[in-house]
């Protein structure tokens, strides 16, 4: 009895003696400065030809947000396309882009509407509220499409609660509009206002709202320091960022390898087997 006392006291002072450890877990993407490389890379890589260049700055909150919602399921994974309206330059600009973001190049550069009580050629406003007639900032998703008063329309879903998440309630679509156009310019020193809606031109309506309808991002930008310190998907740690695919070649070279980790096995003190684990899933 005594012997057998003895033998288990040695197996479990050896069982405690054995445990996992982790040796390392190879490069984070969840890392800041990583993902600052990712979103650069990919920038850099973006034909604009004869189109203005968007402000890196803009972009990269856009897909910041962006890659958030694509991690989290909201967004159509079979369309890599964002649409970036840039609020802070006035409406006779073209400060519409909608990018593809696998073929890396601008589809669409034009002038877009804010709301009639966002302000008139620099919208300085913002609202949630029915009626307000403004225009509302941050992250939507598009949906489908119907035939009203404007022709074929583009449903969206505000994304960011308190700043645009009542848009589909209050009717905040995507349609064409006669006064955004170069000619309402000339006679009235700015583009037409709407009542909230990112209105198009008339002329571009259609194929933009089929190149992204149907689960795409768009971003409503304006230097808003409540929204920017408090937005969700704007704030929200990436800790996902595409690998091994059409994305990675925006990718500094250390971020492309595999993420491992190395476990090792030790028996009293001594390293007993070393296995690699895949951190990829």
Known sequence: MKKMIVCLCAYIIVACSYKVVSAGEGVSLTDETHVESYISGLYKQIDFAQFAPLPYEIFSKAY?????????????????????CDFSL??????????????????????????????????????????????????????????????????????????????????IVVHGAEYVCSKFIAGNQRIGRSWGCPAVPSALSLPIINTIKEGTCMFIYYPDNKYLASAYWLNKKVDYLPENNVYADALPQEITKPRTKIIQYITNGKIDSVKTVSLVQ
Do not use: C
């Open 64 to 84: 910041h947000g962006y890659i958030n919602l694509l991690h989290a399921g909201k967004l159509n994974k079979e369309k890599a396309i964002i649409t970036i």
């Open 90 to 171: 006035p409406s006779t600009a073209n400060r519409l882009w909608i990018i593809d973001l696998i073929k890396k190049k601008v589809l669409f550069n034009t002038y877009v509407a804010h709301g009639q009580g966002s302000g008139d050629d620099i919208a300085t406003s913002f609202s949630n509220v029915e009626n307000s007639h403004k225009s509302s900032l941050g992250f939507y998703v598009t949906g489908d499409t119907y035939d009203g008063e404007h022709g074929t329309s583009l449903r969206l879903a505000g994304m960011d609660q308190g700043f645009n998440d009542a848009a589909f309630d209050r009717g």
